[in-house]
């Protein structure tokens, strides 16, 4: 069975800094892996997806990802935390099928302090 | 171009009553998906429908059901409600293509659900 899980469920970051948020998940299968961000009183975002090729990827708002099968992992990084970065952050996983249901970690609280 | 919406945003019930969310899918979607997000919790997907059938479903009761109809909007009902269904209930919408599982989802701002 598939699974995500997210080291660490509050990050504290300031602004200017690194964010690294972790995410490993298990899967028999080559995954599909996706980064949302959740802002309050709001639906999930996607952020990046990771699906076949480079397995660095772009996204949304100057995140990247870099999936790394050896170690069965997709953390989500961006150089310079902005204020506005502050929301939670959840990692999920997909498998090929067509039926696109996503199971995912039980997400990280990103807070950016002056 | 709306997004998914949901309705209604908040909604209160007592134990023993039975709810009903809506959901309307994005322009060109034809696959809706409901998710359950317990306070703290990643979502947890309960099921899919596409073509006004349910396609998959995750591990929840019978309690739990659905509907999608022709112009693929979607209905979940919960009978029976218990305080643990308090949540926020994500409704997402996707373009149905055979063997591929990386289609984004898009999700609606959801429909948060207090049982007392």
């Known amino acids: 069975a598939q699974s995500v899980t997210q080291l660490g469920s509050h990050v504290s970051v300031s602004e200017g800094a690194l964010v690294l948020l972790r995410c490993n998940y298990s899967?028999?299968?080559?995954?599909?892996l996706f980064w949302y961000v959740q802002y309050p009183n709001q639906g999930l975002q996607l952020l990046l997806k990771?699906?076949?090729?480079?397995?660095l990827v772009k996204g949304i708002n100057g995140f990247e990802a870099e999936f790394k099968k050896s170690e069965t992992s997709f953390h989500l990084t961006k150089p310079s935390a902005h204020m506005s970065d502050a929301a939670e952050y959840f990692c999920?996983?997909?498998?090929?099928?067509?039926?696109?249901?996503?199971?995912f970690g039980a997400g990280t609280r990103l807070a950016v302090h002056p | 171009d709306a997004g998914v919406t949901q309705s209604p945003t908040h909604l209160i019930k007592t134990r023993g009553q039975q709810v009903t969310l809506r959901c309307s899918p994005k322009?060109?979607?034809?696959?809706v998906s409901w998710y359950q997000q317990a306070l703290g919790q990643g979502p947890q997907f309960i099921f899919q429908?596409?073509?006004?059938?349910?396609?998959q479903r995750g591990n929840f009761p019978d309690r739990f059901s659905g509907h999608q109809f022709p112009n693929y909007s979607s209905e979940l009902n919960v009978n029976a409600l218990l305080l643990g269904d308090s949540a926020l209930y994500l409704c997402?919408?996707?373009?149905?293509?055979?063997?591929?599982?990386?289609?984004?989802?898009?999700f609606g701002a959801g429909s948060r659900l207090t049982v007392l």
């Open positions: 997402a919408s996707s373009l149905y293509q055979e063997g591929y599982g990386a289609n984004v989802l898009t």
């Open positions: 899967s028999s299968v080559p995954p599909y």
């Open positions: 322009s060109g979607h034809d696959t």
């Open positions: 990771y699906t076949t090729g480079a397995t």
């Open positions: 429908y596409y073509e006004e059938e349910e396609r």
């Open positions: 999920a996983v997909s498998l090929s099928g067509g039926y696109n249901k996503l199971i």
